[in-house]
């Protein structure tokens, strides 16, 4: 089956510096990757849509210049979490498409990103 | 019983009774339905999924019933075990925009 890879699983970070999640696609080629924030309690928000290549698609109220994400292979997508305030403080997670079918959608295992 | 916590709704079941968990949809042209499990901590695994031509898809244990007049979608659990106790969440996926809107979620315990 298919399988991503998120990592890491947690980090702790200062306020101001920035943090890079990755997300790989291990057994196949990822088109389209889908970067989520959850927070607690709650169901996840999609924030943006990155096709390899090419620039991501921002979500509504969602930073480009904060939340960086680069996608530049078919099995590697990676968020930067710029200038990191306590508020970014969020469970973040991955998905990577191949398209509409029992794969379409595998999701990462998550990154809990604690800001202090 | 069923009830409302802060942000999630809570079901919570006897082990071996039936569950059903539902959730309304927003967007009468999503065309591809899934739901996801998630549990404390990991990102969200893949149940079941259902396409907008059908109404109805059997799993493991697991079925999807989608009514389309009143954009619902309901998953059925038979004989809930604690190993389901989690989040559900179902998502809907409005055709070639390939992007998932997740539903709000409810937490299911199951009481051995």
């Known amino acids: 089956g298919a399988v991503v890879s998120q990592h890491p699983s947690r980090v702790i970070c200062k306020s101001g510096t920035s943090v890079k999640i990755e997300c790989r696609s291990l057994d196949f080629q990822a088109t389209t990757m889908f970067w989520y924030r959850q927070f607690p309690k709650q169901s996840l928000m999609l924030m943006a849509t990155s096709n390899e290549g090419s620039k991501a698609t921002y979500e509504q109220g969602v930073e480009k210049d904060k939340f960086l994400i680069n996608h530049a292979s078919l099995t590697l997508s990676t968020l930067t979490v710029t200038s990191a305030h306590p508020e970014d403080s969020s469970f973040y997670i991955c998905?990577?498409?191949?398209?509409?079918?029992?794969?379409?959608?595998?999701f990462g295992s998550g990154t809990r990103l604690t800001v202090v | 019983g069923e009830s409302v916590g802060l942000h999630l709704p809570t079901l919570s079941v006897q082990e071996g009774d039936n569950s059903i968990i539902n959730c309304a949809y927003s967007n009468s042209a999503s065309d591809y339905f899934i739901w996801y499990k998630q549990e404390s901590g990991k990102g969200p695994q893949f149940i079941i999924d259902?396409?907008?031509?059908?109404d109805k898809r059997q799993g493991q244990r697991v079925t999807v019933l989608l009514n389309k007049t009143v954009k619902h979608l309901s998953l059925q659990i038979a004989a809930t075990q604690p190993g389901d106790s989690a989040v559900y969440f179902c998502a809907e996926n409005l055709g070639s925009q390939g992007n998932l809107i997740f539903g709000k979620g409810t937490k299911l315990s199951v009481k051995p």
């Open positions: 998905s990577a498409s191949q398209g509409q079918n029992i794969y379409g959608y595998t």
């Open positions: 259902i396409r907008s031509n059908m």
